[in-house]
């Protein structure tokens, strides 16, 4: 039987899967309604790396190494990915969105699996 912290983290796992699936599927049907070029999506960009870098730099004790690992790799690569996507051609804008999709499922994924092998 799995303790009530351990329900709620692999239920935020799925909800990470479930963004990463929605996000895939708005950028494989080009349904992009924001501005790839505002200081705002920069800004959000860059957070997420620095989020990111952050969490690689100074683990939380709470998780595993693989658990911060996971988290901390994912958030750069999206936070990457969204740069990209303020600078890339339109053409190519779809695609790297479904590619941000994809790393946020994973990411849901493997933490998952991570927090129910410990159990």
């Known amino acids: 039987m799995l303790s009530p912290d351990r329900v709620m983290r692999v239920t935020i796992e799925a909800l990470f899967v479930a ?5 895939v599927w708005l950028g494989a049907t080009r349904h992009i309604f924001f501005d790839r070029s505002s200081l705002g999506w920069l800004g959000v960009a860059v957070l997420l790396i620095l989020w990111g870098a952050r ?7 709470l998780l595993t190494r693989a658990e911060n690992w996971t988290r901390g790799l994912s958030l750069v690569t999206i936070g990457l990915l969204m740069a990209a996507i303020s600078r890339v051609p339109v ?3 779809a695609p790297a969105l479904a590619g941000t999709g994809a790393v946020l499922a994973m990411r849901g994924l493997i933490g998952a699996v991570l927090i129910l092998r410990a159990s």
């Open 91 to 93: 053409a190519w804008v």
């Open 19 to 23: 963004l990463g699936a929605l996000v």
């Open 55 to 61: 969490g690689l730099w100074k683990p939380t004790r």
